[in-house]
C-alpha cells in the first residue's frame, strides 16, 4: 500500500508492506520468527483499536451511543445466561424512514467475518427510487443457522411496518409463486444478488476489525452512500 501527499507536487509517500517478518527484520537488522513478529503486531493493534475481547464488552455501552445520537433507531442484542455474545442487531433512524420509499423487494444476505472469534454479518438491503442500492439493517450472529436467521428476520419485521398486510397475503399464496428461488428469470426487474455482492466487495477488510470498530465502519459507510459519499 502506497500513501501519497495531497498537495500537488509534493514527493512525500509511505510505503506499507504486509510483509510483516520481512519488513520487521531488515528494520531492527536482527532475525526474527515469525509468530514473534506477528504477536508484536497484534500488540500495537491491541493498544490502537482494542481487542476482540473488550470490543465485545463494549457492545452494550455501543448500542445506548448509537441510540442515544440516533433517536428512533432500532438496536437489540442477546446474551446467553452467562453473557456470551450471540446476536446484534442494527438499523439507523434514516433507512427506517426511507425504507417507506424504496421498492418492496428485499435482498438478505450473509458475509463471513475475519476477526479472531469469526461469526456472520447479516444484512437487508433494497433499491430506492432511483434505482440505487439502499442497505436497511445489518445483524452480527456468532453462527449462521436457522435460529440467526430467525431471530435477524423478526427484528427486521420491525422495520416493514404499514406493509404487513402485504407480507401477510405473500406468504398465505406460498412462496412458489413469487419467491425469487423458484424464479428461472429476473423476477421483479431487480438483480438481488448484485445488491448482495455490493457490501461484500465495497468492505473487505471491515470485517478483520473487532465488533464495535466493524459496525461503526459499516454505519459510516452506508449513511456516506446514502448522502452520494
Known amino acids: 500500500m502506497i500513501l501519497q501527499c495531497a498537495i500537488e507536487n509534493c514527493k512525500w509517500s509511505l510505503r506499507a508492506s504486509c510483509c510483516i517478518h520481512g519488513d520487521r527484520s531488515?528494520?531492527?537488522?536482527t532475525s526474527i520468527s515469525y509468530q514473534k513478529a506477528w504477536c508484536a503486531r497484534e500488540a500495537v493493534l491491541n493498544d490502537i483499536r482494542k481487542s476482540s475481547v473488550e470490543s465485545y464488552k463494549m457492545l452494550p455501552r455501543f448500542a445506548y451511543i448509537l441510540e442515544l445520537n440516533?433517536?428512533?433507531?432500532?438496536?437489540?442484542?442477546?446474551?446467553d445466561v452467562d453473557s456470551r455474545f450471540h446476536y446484534f442487531f442494527m438499523i439507523l433512524s434514516v433507512f427506517t424512514s426511507g425504507w417507506q420509499h424504496c421498492r418492496p423487494v428485499i435482498s438478505i444476505d450473509g458475509t463471513s467475518m475475519e476477526n479472531k472469534y469469526g461469526?456472520?454479518?447479516?444484512?437487508?438491503?433494497?433499491?430506492?427510487v432511483n434505482d440505487q442500492i439502499f442497505h436497511l439493517a445489518f445483524c452480527v450472529v456468532d453462527y449462521e443457522n436457522n435460529s440467526s436467521w430467525t431471530w435477524f428476520c423478526n427484528q427486521l419485521k420491525r422495520i416493514i411496518d404499514g406493509r404487513n398486510k402485504v407480507v401477510m397475503e405473500l406468504e398465505s399464496i406460498?412462496?412458489?409463486k413469487w419467491?425469487?428461488?423458484?424464479s428461472p428469470r429476473r423476477?421483479?426487474?431487480?438483480?438481488?444478488t448484485n445488491i448482495s455482492e455490493s457490501l461484500n466487495s465495497a468492505m473487505p477488510k471491515a470485517r478483520e476489525l473487532p465488533i464495535c470498530l466493524m459496525l461503526e465502519g459499516v454505519s459510516k459507510f452506508v449513511v456516506a452512500l446514502?448522502?452520494?459519499g
Open 26 to 29: 531488515s528494520w531492527v537488522l
Open 70 to 79: 440516533n433517536p428512533s433507531s432500532v438496536v437489540e442484542y442477546k446474551v
Open 119 to 128: 461469526g456472520t454479518l447479516l444484512s437487508a438491503s433494497t433499491s430506492n
Open 174 to 176: 406460498g412462496f412458489a
Open 179 to 182: 419467491s425469487r428461488a423458484y
Open 187 to 192: 423476477r421483479y426487474n431487480v438483480m438481488t
Open 226 to 228: 446514502s448522502l452520494g
